[in-house]
């Protein structure tokens, strides 16, 4: 292979960062939305979802079994969708985007 070709290439990451040390961005998280109901328990609860949307743009998944945060690592490699669950104000709370990372929604897992 000449040195040309290989500059050029563009070679992905085949590891994430261990969960300690993600404090960066993982992938992109298009237009953020919230359902009807995930927004008015916010609100009713003053509570500011960007900490947790934060959180899961860098990878840190929440409440999930270690094997879905496993998933959500190969998800991220491969542009597959990513979840993370979150306990917001008493009321379990999922993340997703999307794997063409077009959205991310914040949802009820009974409005999935």
Known sequence: ????????????????????????????????????????????????????IQQHHCGLWGDVPPEDAQENDFSVLNDFRVLSSFNISGQRVWIITEADRSSTTLLFPSEY
Do not use: C, W
Request: no cysteine.
């Open 1 to 52: 292979m000449s040195e040309a070709l290989n500059r050029n290439q563009t070679t992905r990451p085949t590891t994430l960062p261990p969960p300690k040390e993600r404090n960066r961005s993982l992938f992109p998280l298009g237009q953020i939305v919230a359902t009807n109901g995930v927004h008015q328990h916010l609100v009713a609860n003053g509570i500011d979802p960007t900490p947790y």
